[in-house]
């Protein structure tokens, strides 16, 4: 039997998630003259899609049908992000001269949310023939030339979403549960400092390559500068001292309703941030909707799901029988719990904003469909995993 607790947490996130869509987009609606209920509905069709695959996934035996979904799922999506910046500006949609949805009859896929599944798959599916369980550690230089397939493989990736989708953020996810799946896969502890090291340099890099990340990285520090510089030596704090930075709007203003939110909050719908002072809510921003509305009790019952959730999915591989199902819903909870914690330490100001959804809460149909799929195929491996002893 699939793990019932998993399903509900999930269900109880998406419906959150369903109701924040139509309560957190008032000013867009108003803005752009949709109807009412425009991102509702659309919202309530991807929640009743990812729980009914959720549902229909999770009967199926993970021994037939785990490899053929998380296969399909890489190399499909993997082509489609490809074929993306060939296809004609009338087929696809662009965020900040990005393309990140292709247009689809009635609805726009964005095809690295079903990518990062097929990612997970595909390293766990390798990492789990390549590396045996007890074999003899090997020097870092031996190690590094064992996960060059792996990081040209990721670098390909990191091209295609970073450069052409100008998406920092989902690359930052991937290469942080690369790195994890790699430790928990055999690998040594000096191979994860190395990867997490050398991610911080390309992190970097992508950063002073473009203007945009440049002023929001100068952005972000004009908001924290003064607490962090007030610790250092004078001569220190002098040198690092940024005037006249561009002020931080988007930070400032979710601070002011995580701030107005207090301990309950105003009320579900009475909030004012939505109105015009933080533009979409409903999309990034939906953690401080949250606080305004729902307050500090609301925060902490949502964050007390996602840690839920990620708790389930961290146990089932940690009984799961077999490596690859081990490692597969190891880098799936890898995958959720980073976009939640870069999210909402982003919109609190304790790392600059870096765009990325909050998983379940977020609005965007590819977002919530292709969660449904990655927890899908996590329960379809609960089954193995409580087996023998049912819970």
Same mark, same amino acid.
């Given at each position: 039997?699939?793990?019932?607790?998993?399903?509900? @947490?999930?269900?109880?996130?998406?419906?959150?998630?369903?109701?924040?869509?139509?309560?957190?987009?008032?000013?867009?609606?108003?803005?752009?003259?949709?109807?009412?209920?425009?991102?509702?509905?659309?919202?309530?069709?991807?929640?009743?899609?990812?729980?009914?695959?959720?549902?229909?996934?999770?009967?199926?035996?993970?021994?037939?049908?785990?490899?053929?979904?998380?296969?399909?799922?890489?190399?499909?999506?993997?082509?489609?992000?490809?074929?993306?910046?060939?296809? %004609?500006?009338?087929?696809?949609?662009?965020?900040?001269?990005?393309?990140?949805?292709?247009?689809?009859?009635?609805?726009?896929?964005? %095809?690295?949310?079903?990518?990062?599944?097929?990612? !997970?798959?595909?390293?766990?599916?390798?990492?789990?023939?390549?590396?045996?369980?007890?074999?003899?550690?090997?020097?870092?230089?031996?190690?590094?030339?064992?996960?060059?397939?792996?990081?040209?493989?990721?670098?390909? !990736?990191? !091209?295609?979403?970073?450069?052409?989708? *100008?998406?920092?953020?989902?690359?930052? !996810?991937?290469?942080?549960?690369?790195?994890?799946?790699?430790?928990?896969?055999?690998?040594?502890?000096?191979?994860?400092?190395?990867?997490?090291?050398?991610?911080?340099?390309?992190?970097?890099?992508?950063?002073?390559?473009?203007?945009?990340?440049?002023?929001?990285?100068?952005?972000?520090?004009?908001?924290?500068?003064?607490? @962090?510089?007030?610790?250092?030596?004078?001569?220190?704090?002098?040198?690092?001292?940024?005037? *006249?930075? %561009?002020?931080?709007?988007?930070?400032?203003?979710?601070?002011?309703?995580?701030?107005?939110?207090?301990?309950?909050?105003?009320?579900?719908?009475?909030?004012?941030?939505?109105?015009?002072?933080?533009?979409?809510?409903?999309?990034?921003?939906?953690?401080?909707?949250?606080?305004?509305?729902?307050?500090?009790?609301?925060?902490?019952?949502?964050?007390?799901?996602?840690?839920?959730?990620?708790?389930? @999915?961290?146990?089932?591989? *940690?009984?799961?029988?077999?490596?690859?199902?081990?490692?597969?819903?190891?880098?799936?909870?890898?995958?959720?719990?980073?976009?939640?914690?870069? *999210?909402?330490?982003?919109?609190?100001?304790?790392?600059?904003?870096?765009?990325?959804?909050?998983?379940?809460?977020?609005?965007?149909?590819?977002?919530?469909?292709?969660?449904?799929?990655?927890?899908?195929?996590?329960?379809?491996?609960?089954?193995?995993?409580?087996?023998?002893?049912?819970?």
């Amino acid at each position: 039997m699939a793990d019932r607790k998993l399903f509900v @947490i999930a269900s109880v996130l998406i419906t959150i998630g369903i109701i924040s869509s139509y309560t957190f987009s008032a000013y867009t609606v108003f803005l752009y003259d949709y109807g009412e209920f425009h991102f509702l509905l659309r919202e309530l069709i991807a929640g009743m899609l990812a729980i009914v695959l959720m549902w229909g996934l999770s009967l199926l035996d993970p021994d037939r049908w785990l490899q053929p979904i998380g296969i399909s799922l890489f190399l499909i999506f993997f082509a489609l992000m490809i074929a993306m910046y060939f296809l %004609p500006s009338s087929m696809v949609t662009s965020a900040g001269g990005a393309k990140r949805w292709i247009r689809m009859p009635g609805f726009s896929l964005a %095809p690295v949310e079903f990518f990062k599944i097929g990612f !997970v798959y595909f390293l766990a599916w390798s990492f789990s023939r390549k590396f045996a369980e007890h074999e003899p550690k090997s020097r870092l230089l031996e190690e590094i030339k064992m996960v060059i397939p792996y990081l040209v493989v990721f670098l390909f !990736v990191v !091209v295609l979403i970073a450069v052409f989708q *100008n998406d920092l953020g989902q690359v930052m !996810v991937l290469g942080l549960t690369l790195s994890f799946m790699l430790f928990f896969a055999g690998r040594s502890f000096n191979l994860f400092l190395t990867l997490i090291g050398s991610a911080m340099v390309l992190f970097v890099i992508f950063i002073f390559l473009s203007e945009h990340r440049i002023n929001r990285i100068l952005s972000w520090w004009a908001h924290v500068q003064n607490g @962090i510089l007030s610790l250092m030596p004078e001569f220190l704090a002098e040198k690092l001292r940024v005037e *006249n930075a %561009p002020e931080p709007y988007q930070v400032s203003n979710s601070l002011n309703a995580i701030h107005h939110g207090g301990l309950t909050g105003t009320g579900l719908g009475e909030g004012i941030i939505k109105l015009g002072f933080l533009s979409e809510v409903h999309t990034d921003f939906v953690m401080a909707g949250i606080a305004e509305e729902l307050g500090f009790i609301g925060v902490f019952a949502v964050t007390l799901l996602i840690a839920l959730l990620i708790h389930r @999915i961290f146990k089932i591989a *940690n009984r799961s029988p077999k490596k690859l199902d081990y490692l597969f819903c190891l880098g799936i909870g890898l995958l959720l719990g980073f976009s939640f914690l870069i *999210n909402t330490l982003g919109i609190s100001g304790l790392i600059p904003i870096k765009g990325l959804a909050l998983p379940f809460l977020s609005y965007g149909g590819s977002a919530m469909v292709a969660n449904g799929i990655a927890l899908g195929l996590v329960l379809m491996i609960s089954k193995k995993a409580y087996k023998k002893s049912p819970e």
